[in-house]
């Protein structure tokens, strides 16, 4: 039996962008515009909709063996979710082919796969069979997916009122506890708090150290790293990189991202984001406030951060946070305000927040800036904020002679910093 249980070869998504199906059509219709579609692909045109195509993957091959664990990075609108629905066929690719050797469980969205009219006890028995197990291997499982689903109180209520937390921690267990020999999980994780996304990961990991595979969507960088083998980076479609998932998630995070230069208002309209936009960063500068450093950061000295923030109406921020990232995605420094337990009153409009952080504990080298707002609370339990910016630019640390190294940390070392001003 060969090892490779996931093959796919010169995959091609393509969909027509703004173009609406007509419910009924003559055939003198459909014969006009079958003529049609031949002329203009005789004249190299393509069809008169062509310009409205839009194509989701392009030229995508790789193949799987069983017991990887394959991390699929990129962009939103990279073609991630396209590519997964794909190997879960939910949809046919346009062009090229996709061939699985497996049973595989599959977690796209929130509710995929229930009957919302169905409890979650039946729900249970109802996709356990769609996975071709017999009743009896599915009561095996029974009490393993509810346990750590945490849903025992609502067992018997029909799923569509559950919350989509709820929804999520039941579709994961389901998809874990049924041993698909291919699991395949998209960003969904990302509507659950933080508590049972780390459960997730550590369930994965246990499902992987069982020779099962994973094919596994995120943002989370530092998820990447932690659990998968391989990743692969979509861009545009494409599938821009291959290999190691240090590397990989290195050249995600530096494709789209300048220097940034210290003194220098630095335009953050273009950066790319996630969250609501309710309030959100436009533009941010930085300084060491030292001459002898050229007013770049240096090893154990002090930085100060001017974030300029719109907001749509007035309200009451508890966590603004300046993160230093390696390049390889490992968060390093996280200056927020939800450590100090300050919250942050902006008014409606453009405000301007100044954050100092006391002593940088980096040695000399590149860093990515990141940037967060959000309500705790909300963000917490729904992975939510206000703004994200994971890779806003590169950020350069410098060494001056007279302050020593930093430090070479592994995970992210204690700052002291404080907000010295908001206006």
């Known amino acids: 039996m060969s090892d490779v249980v996931i093959r796919v070869e010169n995959l091609g998504k393509r969909y027509r962008v703004g173009e609406r199906k007509e419910a009924y059509g003559t055939l003198r219709d459909t014969i006009v515009s079958a003529v049609q579609a031949s002329m203009d692909a ?102 393993e997916i509810v346990e750590f689903a945490e849903i025992e109180q609502f067992l018997d209520t029909p799923v569509k009122r559950y919350s989509s937390g709820m929804y999520m921690r039941l579709a994961f267990s389901i998809a874990a506890h049924l041993e698909p020999e291919i699991l395949i999980v998209d960003e969904v994780l990302a509507v659950g708090d933080v508590t049972f996304r780390n459960k997730c990961l550590g369930k994965m990991q246990d499902v992987s150290s069982e020779g099962r595979t994973i094919l596994f969507v995120s943002h989370d960088m530092a998820a990447i790293r932690r659990l998968c083998s391989r990743a692969i980076l979509l861009q545009h479609g494409y599938a821009l990189v ?76 508890g966590s603004i946070a300046v993160s230093l990232r390696d390049l390889s995605g490992l968060r390093l420094v996280n200056a927020d305000t939800v450590l100090i337990d300050r919250s942050i009153l902006l008014r409606k409009g453009k405000n301007l927040v100044r954050l100092k952080i006391a002593r940088l504990y980096l040695n000399p080298g590149v860093y990515l800036l990141g940037l967060w707002l959000a309500d705790p609370i909300t963000a917490h339990t729904a992975n939510t904020p206000y703004d994200q910016i994971e890779s806003a630019f590169e950020i350069e640390v410098v060494k001056l002679e007279s302050h020593g190294n930093g430090l070479s940390p592994n995970s992210v070392v204690t700052c002291d910093f404080d907000v010295i001003d908001v206006s």
Not at 100 to 120: A, D, K, M, Y
Not at 131 to 136: A, F, Q, W
Not at 265 to 278: K, P, Q, V, W
């Open 42 to 143: 005789l004249r190299g045109h393509g069809s008169k909709n062509g310009r409205n195509e839009f194509w989701a993957l392009r030229g995508v091959s790789f193949e799987v063996k069983r017991g990887e664990v394959l991390g699929i990075i990129g962009r939103n609108g990279a073609g991630k979710s396209t590519l997964l629905k794909i190997l879960s066929c939910v949809t046919r690719p346009t062009v090229g082919r996709a061939m699985i050797q497996g049973r595989v469980g599959s977690l796209l969205e929130v509710g995929t796969g229930f009957h919302p009219e169905l409890t979650g006890r039946e729900n249970i028995y109802l996709n356990g069979a769609v996975l071709g197990m017999k009743r009896i291997e599915i009561q095996q499982k029974f009490d």
């Open 242 to 317: 291959d290999g190691d998932p240090a590397g990989v998630v290195a050249r995600y995070l530096t494709a789209h991202c300048s220097s940034g230069e210290p003194n220098a208002s630095i335009d953050l309209s273009h950066a790319a984001r996630r969250g609501t936009g309710e309030a959100r960063f436009v533009a941010v500068q930085f300084s060491s406030q030292s001459m002898a450093a050229a007013f770049r950061p240096y090893s154990m000295g002090p930085v100060e951060f001017s974030l300029v923030i719109e907001s749509d109406a007035a309200r009451s921020v």
